[in-house]
């Protein structure tokens, strides 16, 4: 590519800048969540489950959701999970974060980083699916699959352009 002309931007392309705006946004909804968790005290969330289920939002209360929302909020309230994910989502929240702002400023060495990092991510998400039948994991990991693809592929597109530019130079 010569210096001054710029490609339209393919279906491809958009998809990835969506898929990054999402991905800032939602990193920066885990860290305010972290936040949220860490202050919230365990009974408040436990209260908040009991009332939607009790209240039957959730269809029957014996029904698989709400028998998953009182495990789950019987669960965080024990002291593991609650910092398990307080970590977890602060964690995973700045290093979405941190790679995103770098890809937005296109920094090659940050895409090959942020596929490796989502790359772990996947893994663990579906190693703690597995062991805690979350039913959010595997759609998380199935997600962020799509945009290590996206990642990738925008890694390679950004590689040919500056070799090509080089190569005019």
């Known amino acids: 590519m010569t210096e001054g002309v710029t490609h339209k931007p393919t279906t491809t ?3 990835f800048r969506i898929a990054i705006a999402i991905k800032g946004l939602d990193g920066g909804l885990q860290v305010i969540g972290a936040l949220v968790l860490a202050v919230t005290p365990p009974a408040v969330i436990s209260g908040f489950a009991h009332s939607i289920v009790t209240r039957d939002l959730l269809g029957d209360q014996s029904g698989t959701l709400a028998t998953h929302l009182s495990k789950a909020a019987a669960d965080f309230t024990g002291g593991d999970t609650r910092v398990f994910a307080i970590l977890y989502l ?6 979405k974060l941190a790679l995103v702002i770098a890809m937005l400023k296109k920094i090659l060495p940050a895409y090959p980083i942020a596929a490796v990092v989502l790359a772990g ?3 663990y ?3 703690r699916a597995i062991h805690t039948h ?3 994991l595997p759609f998380f990991a199935a997600l962020d699959v799509v945009i290590i693809v996206l ?3 925008e890694y390679r597109q950004l590689r040919r352009e500056r070799q090509e530019t080089s190569a005019v130079e």
Not at 90 to 95: R, Y
């Open 134 to 136: 979350s039913i959010a």
């Open 121 to 123: 991510f996947v893994v």
């Open 13 to 15: 392309d958009k998809l």
């Open 125 to 127: 998400e579906v190693w």
């Open 90 to 95: 602060l964690l995973h929240g700045i290093v």
């Open 151 to 153: 990642v990738l592929r």
